[in-house]
């Protein structure tokens, strides 16, 4: 059985144009995020999946140096583009990460992808509800569901954003992997969206080692330098509105 996992990703961004070529740390914000996928336990294979048209080269010959698989398909049918790259890998199973995630923590993906295997699960999240650092946000199903949703999703809201239609069809069987503890997802924003979350990713990446770090490690990094969480403060709790990536 193969699984893959499939950042999408693309140049464009109104509110910080060309943010996942930006460095952070040693690296690009996406190949932090690769990097870190390639290190999720049980997958086989990471798919970058981009938009096509030339605009997107720069994002295309990012991740080919990574070593990522690049699927290209529709820009603003992304639920399209996952089954393209579903097929492009083989998958039976297909991992969902964003770019804009270059902390998404290897060990909480691989939880969830072993959860989904055990239980027999269609779709298997960490985000409904919320309790995780936002920018921990990953998501994993069937390849089996994926056409399914792809053959009956319509709206335009449910194709830009690849599984709400997963989220509610009654008949999948659906996990949520909580954090255990206190809830997170309001104050702390560990995703690249805005300038802000640029300056604050940008001084985080300064004071993390080379190596990739454990969520854990992040928070203690966090709890000994505070003023860094101010740094995009004033986006905290804002989760809604994105436009595909």
Excluded at 31 to 36: D, G, I, K, N, S
Excluded at 157 to 164: A, C, L, N, Q
Excluded at 184 to 201: I, V
Aim: hydrophobic share 45%; with cysteine.
């Amino acid at each position: 059985m193969t699984v893959a996992v499939v950042v999408q990703a693309r140049m464009g961004s109104t509110r910080l144009p060309g943010k996942i070529l930006k460095p952070l740390g040693r690296m690009s914000a996406l190949a932090q995020c690769l990097r870190r996928c390639a290190a999720i336990p049980g997958i086989d294979r990471v798919v970058c999946a981009i938009p096509e048209g030339e605009a997107e080269a720069p994002v295309v010959a990012e991740a080919e140096r990574c070593g990522a698989l690049v699927v290209r398909g529709p820009s603003a049918d992304v639920l399209k583009r996952y089954r393209l790259a579903a097929e492009a890998a083989g998958a039976d199973i297909v991992m969902r990460v964003t770019s804009d995630c270059p902390l998404i923590d290897p060990a909480l993906c691989g939880r969830m992808l072993a959860r989904l295997r055990d239980e027999g699960l269609d779709y298997c999240c960490n985000n409904m509800p919320p309790s995780w650092p936002h920018g921990l946000d990953a998501e994993v199903f069937t390849t089996k569901a994926l056409l399914e949703a792809d053959g009956a999703a319509t709206e335009s809201f449910d194709r830009e954003h690849v599984t709400p239609w997963l989220r509610r069809a009654p008949h999948l069987r659906r996990g949520n992997l909580a954090r255990d503890g206190a809830d997170l997802s309001l104050d702390c924003r560990w995703t690249l969206d805005y300038p802000e979350d640029y300056a604050f990713l940008a001084a985080l990446f300064q004071n993390l080692p080379d190596e990739i770090v454990s969520t854990d490690r992040v928070l203690a990094v966090l709890a000994a330098h505070p003023g860094l969480a101010a740094l995009n403060a004033m986006h905290h709790g804002v989760r809604a509105g994105k436009k595909p990536a």
